[in-house]
């Protein structure tokens, strides 16, 4: 399985915008799809985004869509969530995911076999 690392969390205020990066370890990320999800206390993961690196189809949550980006680079083998017009309902802790292949169900966590460490994001009102 490929190994996840994250990066890019942090404080930023109501409106700000933040990057945050997965990174594949020990291999590249061909062949897979990979999704974002957060989860905030008391809360089930949720899912956010998820892009398919052969085709780099993108799917976006309701919740997010027209304010985060998902990408990817295929160089950098790096996956990429831009967050925009961040809101205090934001904070959360965010984790990328992935597996291999497409599937329709790429909103449950239960289709990912490999989660990152995830990365805390605050958004301050």
């Known amino acids: 399985q490929v190994q996840l690392v994250e990066s890019g969390g942090g404080l930023v205020q109501d409106g700000g915008s933040l990057r945050l990066s997965c990174a594949a370890s020990?291999?590249?990320?061909?062949?897979?799809?990979v999704g974002w999800f957060r989860q905030a206390p008391g809360t089930e993961r949720e899912f956010i985004a998820a892009i398919s690196w052969s085709s780099g189809n993108k799917y976006y949550a309701d919740s997010v869509k027209g304010r985060f980006t998902v990408s990817r680079d295929t160089v950098r083998n790096t996956n990429y969530l831009q967050m925009n017009s961040l809101k205090p309902e934001d904070t959360a802790l965010y984790y990328c995911?992935?597996?291999?292949?497409?599937?329709?169900?790429?909103?449950?966590?239960?289709?990912?076999?490999?989660w990152g460490q995830g990365t805390q994001v605050t958004i301050s009102s």
């Open positions: 995911a992935a597996r291999r292949g497409f599937t329709k169900t790429y909103y449950h966590t239960s289709s990912y076999a490999s």
């Open positions: 020990g291999r590249t990320f061909s062949g897979y799809f």
